[in-house]
Nanobody, 124 residues
Framework: QTQLVESGGGVVQPGGSLRLSCTASAANFNYYGIGWFRQAPGKEREGVACISSSGTMTDYSGSVKGRFTVSRDSAKKMVYLQMTSLKPEDTAVYYC?????????????????WGQGTQVTISS
């Protein structure tokens, strides 16, 4: 069973930045497509960004494009979500998800493995 662990959440002011990290102990983590998702209270989980196993393919939701950047470091078995120009509406629990059968997809139903989430709060 692959277990993902997110870190890097916190409280920042509007306009600030955060970098989220996602890792797993699975030996084949580098072969997984990774998605980043978020869920705000009372809202459905939504896709934010995704990255292919090779790192050559990425995609973003319209609400974060130009502000968020997804990347991965295969040597460290880490995937990152760099978030800049943060807005109060970015406040949510952020999750990473992995699946070997996914290239890059922001449909949460396509992923088998999920982390526990990390809280991101944007507030002045």
């Amino acid at each position: 069973q692959t277990q993902l662990v997110e870190s890097g959440g916190g409280v920042v002011q509007p306009g600030g930045s955060l970098r989220l990290s996602c890792t797993a102990s699975a030996a084949n983590f580098n072969y997984y497509g990774i998605g980043w998702f978020r869920q705000a209270p009372g809202k459905e989980r939504e896709g934010v960004a995704c990255i292919s196993s090779s790192g050559t393919m990425t995609d973003y939701s319209g609400s974060v494009k130009g502000r968020f950047t997804v990347s991965r470091d295969s040597a460290k078995k880490m995937v990152y979500l760099q978030m800049t120009s943060l807005k109060p509406e970015d406040t949510a629990v952020y999750y990473c998800a992995a699946d070997a059968a996914v290239i890059c997809n922001m449909n949460p139903g396509r992923y088998d493995y999920w982390g526990q989430g990390t809280q991101v709060t944007i507030s002045s």
